[in-house]
């Protein structure tokens, strides 16, 4: 039972634009949520996280949206940028643990055309 | 910045061998998970360690063991290796923050 979802596999977006990443979750119990992106060959890296007490945490231009009524989170990069291809990894954990055991989605593979 | 050291970084085993992957988290880290991402799929939680104790334990089977040392440092103990433990196998480690990742051990059986 995938209790996170990434319902797109893959996304392509042009070099300036705005890329959307989106991410359901099914377990309301989720406080914690991050965004990992992975390039090939490497390990996850952390993006930004959200917990479940906000709807919007930004970093630079990477801004995470959470929508707890909906269980829906996106992550937006404003301007994305060739550098950004890469598989990016929703995850969901609870906050009394740091996020430490986490819950992924199966990965959108986001392209980023010059 | 240190990062997290796993080795070794590509592993071939046939059925029924055993295999010992090793993790060395980043300083002053006290936590370490390990992770199992089978081919197209996301990373699956197996098991994590807090101060050399195991503090969870995910979907790992009953013929992988793994521990963290004294240093730190885990190892993770795969034994009667089936076709279909071929994945890569993420180590993390952390301290109150969000998970570091390794660059994972690329094991195939064969």
């Known amino acids: 039972d995938q209790q996170v979802k990434q319902n797109s596999p893959s996304l392509s977006v042009q070099e300036g634009r705005i890329s959307i990443l989106n991410c359901d979750y099914t377990n309301s119990m989720f406080d914690y949520f991050l965004w990992y992106k992975k390039y090939p060959a490497e390990g996850p890296t952390f993006l930004i996280s959200i917990s479940s007490i906000k709807d919007k945490n930004e970093d630079g231009r990477f801004t995470v949206f959470l929508n707890k009524s909906a269980k829906h989170l996106s992550l937006h990069i404003v301007p994305s940028q060739p550098g950004d291809s890469a598989v990016y990894f929703c995850a969901a954990s609870y906050l009394y643990n740091q996020g430490g055991k986490l819950i992924f989605g199966q990965g959108t593979e986001l392209s980023v055309k010059p | 910045a240190a990062g997290v050291i796993q080795s070794p970084r590509h592993l071939i085993k046939e059925k029924r061998e055993t295999a010992t992957l090793k993790c060395y988290p980043i300083p002053r880290h006290d936590t370490v998970y390990w992770y199992q991402q089978g081919p197209g799929q996301d990373p699956q939680f197996l098991i994590s360690f807090y101060e050399k104790m195991q503090s969870d334990k995910g979907s790992i089977p009953d013929r992988f063991s793994a521990q963290q040392f004294s240093d730190y440092h885990s190892e993770l103990n795969m034994s009667s290796l089936e076709l279909g433990d071929s994945a890569l196998y993420f180590c993390?480690?952390?301290?109150?923050?969000?998970?570091?990742f390794g660059n994972g051990t690329r094991l195939t059986v064969t």
């Open positions: 993390a480690s952390s301290s109150d923050s969000p998970l570091h």
